[in-house]
């Protein structure tokens, strides 16, 4: 049995720590904030996510607390359909669930606590010492923790032992980003439809809806990350204006964001590491593959990544074995989700504005396409390996962990 211990109290630091102790291991998670808290929007966990979740037993819970998805529906400003697609046509009973971050966090903390790993707050690490085979962390206030025989790093997209450990690294931010809200959709708005949807104008403009259970809706919209990062107060009455007019119909959702004012602000990194690991240090989750949410992937791959680690542990006695069938069982579909979101992002979020008219034209017949649509609708549940190689449900409509 192993000494681990874990960097980041995040979606991808709880499954690996739990899964871990799960497995008879000694595992320690180190979180910089006094109290583990959840921060950012709504999510959608795709049958790869919810797959894990059940592992932890935790998918019913989820479920009851979430929202159920059936599909993914754009529109441009003139109302013609950019992206409609249906988890049905991969299986009957194929789904995806939005859910509040705050819920998932509850979800998986409690089992946390639930099992045998120590969770050590109020821990900035800023530092792994490799020590021989070992790694011992050391926090901000100089106290060092270990050795460890795995320091597993899950310190999130912006992660700064990244950049200390792995120079090579790269993770620029991407220039635009999101400003979000959760609000109430009494009227079922956007709840009623079980759809994720958007609506764009060129690349410039976009607003997402994401309904995450319990009549809750969290709403998206894009901004130039230059704009979020300034720290400027946003201009609440002309995002109001430009809102409306960009989707009339949500008036009620726009109107109640605008009065609460409550609007949080997200950026991205596009994230690609050289490796996984520096020997005992393996990085996991957005720190080692963070992309923009547009592919909406970025939970369900980190909790991916703590399911397979613990399954690579299970199963070979050696630890840098281990590590290499991880990298290679985690290697191909964390690289095509990079790859896909690289090439994607921009035609929804950029000022290259022909992107904005080529999507218009042509996303809409390519999701009508049989070959492309499906392409596409397995690229959303998350499914992919690559360009070319795929992952099938089950014949529950099922993500099988096991393939
Ligand atoms: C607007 C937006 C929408 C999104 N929508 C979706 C979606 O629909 N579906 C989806 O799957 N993904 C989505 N994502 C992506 C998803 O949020 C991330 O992929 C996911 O949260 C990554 O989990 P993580 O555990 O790797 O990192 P995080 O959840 O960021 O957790 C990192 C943890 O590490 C802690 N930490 C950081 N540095 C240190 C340190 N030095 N020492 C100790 N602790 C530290 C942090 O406090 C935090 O608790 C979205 C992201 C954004 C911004």
């Not at 797959?51 to 529109?75: Q, S």
């Not at 923009?292 to 299970?314: F, I, K, M, T, V």
Request: hydrophobic share 45%; charged share 20%; glycine share 12%.
């Amino acid at each position: 049995m192993l000494q681990v211990g874990v960097v980041g109290c995040g979606v991808a630091g709880q499954a690996v720590a739990t899964l871990l102790a799960d497995a008879g291991h000694r595992v320690t998670v180190f979180e910089r904030f006094t109290e583990a808290l959840p921060s950012g929007a709504g999510l959608l966990l795709q049958p790869t996510g919810l797959a894990v979740l059940r592992a932890l037993g935790l998918a019913g819970e989820a479920e009851r607390l979430g929202a159920r998805i059936d599909g993914l529906l754009g529109l441009n400003h003139r109302g013609h359909v950019v992206l409609d697609l249906a988890y049905a046509d991969l299986h009957p009973a194929a789904y995806g669930l939005g859910i509040h971050r705050g819920a998932l966090f509850g979800l998986l903390h409690g089992r946390l606590q639930r099992s045998a790993a120590g969770l050590v707050t109020d821990a900035e690490i800023v530092d792994v010492v490799r020590d021989g085979g070992r790694a011992t962390v050391v926090d901000k206030a100089g106290r060092r923790h270990g050795p460890f025989d795995l320091v597993v790093v899950a310190d999130g997209a912006h992660s700064r032992l990244r950049e200390r450990l792995m120079p090579r690294a790269r993770a620029p931010l991407y220039p635009w980003g999101c400003i979000w809200a959760t609000v109430p959709d009494h009227r079922g708005f956007a709840t009623a439809p079980g759809m994720l949807q958007q609506r764009l104008h060129g690349t410039a403009t976009m607003m997402g809806l994401l309904p995450v259970g319990q009549d809750q809706v969290t709403l998206f919209w894009s901004l130039p990350a230059a704009e979020l990062e300034s720290g400027g107060s946003l201009d609440i009455e002309a995002w109001r204006i430009e809102a409306m007019a960009l989707w009339p119909e949500a008036v009620a959702l726009i109107e109640y964001a605008a009065h609460a004012a409550s609007f949080a602000r997200a950026t991205y990194r596009h994230v690609a590491l050289p490796r996984w690991n520096e020997g005992p240090i393996l990085f996991i989750g957005d720190a080692a593959h963070g992309t923009s949410p547009q592919l909406g992937q970025g939970a369900n791959l980190g909790l991916l990544d703590a399911q397979a680690l613990s399954r690579a542990l299970a199963t070979n006695a050696d630890l840098a074995t281990a590590l290499a069938q991880f990298a290679r069982r985690r290697g191909p579909s964390v690289r095509f989700y990079r790859q896909a979101s690289h090439l994607l992002t921009p035609f929804f979020q950029s000022h290259l504005a022909p992107l904005g008219v080529m999507r218009d034209v042509l996303m809409g017949p390519a999701c009508r396409a049989p070959g492309l649509r499906g392409m596409m609708t397995t690229t959303l549940a998350g499914l992919r390996r690559g360009w070319l190689s795929v992952d099938a449900l089950d014949a529950d409509g099922r993500y099988p962990l096991d393939s």
